[in-house]
């Protein structure tokens, strides 16, 4: 129903910066909040940060003063700023989109994930 997709990975140095997005299509009225998750090789998927529809946000304590999450609903597209990107930011990083609608209820869409490796 929804489909989203990222873009903006890659390989970047230590204390270099990345801006992921996610673009989303598909029943995007239905979307309601968003978040970006990354998982680490042998390590579990973990939120890293989330945004409601009315803007407010939320990020784990180890990217706080370093990523920023935004979105643009018009554009029906999520952001991730990383800046001061360290070793331990290396990871695949999906985009996540909360489904409501009145009838079916809550539902999700998850975007096919993409590299970012931070290395020197």
């Known amino acids: 129903q929804v489909q989203l997709v990222e873009s903006g990975g890659g390989l970047v140095q230590p204390w270099g910066s990345l801006r992921l997005s996610c673009s989303a299509s598909?029943?995007?009225?239905?979307?309601?909040?968003m978040r970006w998750y990354r998982q680490a090789i042998g390590k579990q998927r973990e939120l890293v940060a989330s945004?409601?529809?009315?803007?407010?946000?939320y990020y784990i304590d180890s990217v706080k003063g370093r990523f920023t999450i935004s979105r643009d609903n018009a554009k029906e597209t999520l952001y991730l700023q990383m800046n001061s990107l360290k070793p331990e930011d290396t990871a695949v990083y999906h985009c996540?989109?909360?489904?409501?609608?009145?009838?079916?209820?809550?539902?999700?869409?998850w975007g096919q994930g993409i590299l970012v490796t931070v290395s020197s």
């Open positions: 598909g029943d995007i009225l239905a979307i309601n909040g």
């Open positions: 996540y989109a909360e489904i409501i609608k009145p009838i079916t209820g809550t539902s999700d869409a």
């Open positions: 945004i409601t529809k009315s803007g407010t946000v």
